[in-house]
């Protein structure tokens, strides 16, 4: 008999999830209902910051929060090459261009001292960082911050892996990724495989009041109804398109499915930690490298990443056995339309990163007897 497929991650539905989208079905609203801002207000609390918008997804997340920023044509922004190309295409999107700074060798995260090389390079040349918290490992956003206040540079730190994740700042407080304490903006995702899943969602959370004002009109094609906000009111009924936005509104349904998994939020971060650290002694005497993860961080573990350079033959193993691991990233400078607009670049530790990195499984609703499988395939594997 075949045994089950376990794919590299997948979310957890309960009877707690379908009750609330079955409720929230069943009441007055579908769409910008009050499903929405509970989510939100909930969201915040949970990541410490003072305001949170919920989005369509972590893309239109990127996108709105470039354009809450003034991002324009001639402006550029540094990225890292090892994350999902929309941390990269957000700044496109407006008009921008991207420059890449390479990858720290032990936590995966944007570079610190090479985003300084960049801009020690050309001083007035950028207008912001977007860092991105790989895998789930925080980055330092408080020295982040130190350096893009050197150069009058703002801070999206994509916090799309890192629900829950935090580190000690200098003055050491925890800190945790998304709070608004040391960036502008921070965006999340909840697409299936994230920590918090609503099928497609996405959220930015911010200390800026007028951020926050600005991107509840950007996601609603640039339109408030607010009344203190409009030129005119010719009466109950009417709004104004201020500028131009985006249709980035996310139903109530979706909203009542992440509010319902955001009360098991503590629960599955601790869940995720349990599986890395068995990963973490089950594969120590084998020929690969394993996750690192900085003195005075957390990591939240939204992949569990090796390094073998038997990439190629594992993962072909992996599937034969039914199990199905993944890569993240293609660095975002390799795919054919970075190549055709920048040319061929070579970031040295991202490109050896990307020809050996493997994401195993790794969710929260993980089994002992599904880890077992794994960890044992992997020692098969490596026994042969």
Known sequence: MASSTIPYGKQQITEDDIQAVVASLQSDFLTQGPMVNEFEEAFARYVGARYAVAVANGTAALHLSTMAL?????????????????????????????????????TYCLDLNRVEDLLKKNPKKYSGIIPVDYAGHPIQADAFRALADRYGLWIIEDACHAPGASFLDAQKTV???????????????????????????????????KLYQRMQKLRTHGITKDPAQMARNDGGWFMEMQELGYNYRIPDMLCALGNSQLKRAEANFKRRQEIAKRYDHELKDLPVVLPYTAPDSVHAFHLYVIQTAQRRELYDFLKTKNIYAQVHYIPVHQHPYYVE????????????????????????????????????????????
């Open 341 to 384: 607009r920048y040319g061929k670049q070579q970031f040295e530790l991202s490109d050896a990163f990307y020809n050996q990195c493997l994401s195993i499984p790794m969710y929260h609703s993980m089994s002992d007897e599904e880890q077992t499988r794994v960890v044992g395939s992997l020692k098969e594997f490596f026994a042969r």
């Open 70 to 106: 003034n991002v324009k044509p001639g402006q550029r922004v540094i990225t890292s090459p090892i994350t999902f190309a929309a941390s990269a295409n957000c700044v496109l999107y407006c008009g921008g261009d991207v420059d890449f700074a390479d990858i720290d060798p032990k």
């Open 175 to 209: 800190q945790r990724s998304g709070n608004g304490k040391y960036s502008e903006l921070s965006i999340f995702s909840f697409h299936p495989v994230k920590h918090i899943a609503s099928g497609e969602g996405g959220m930015i959370t911010t200390n800026d009041q």
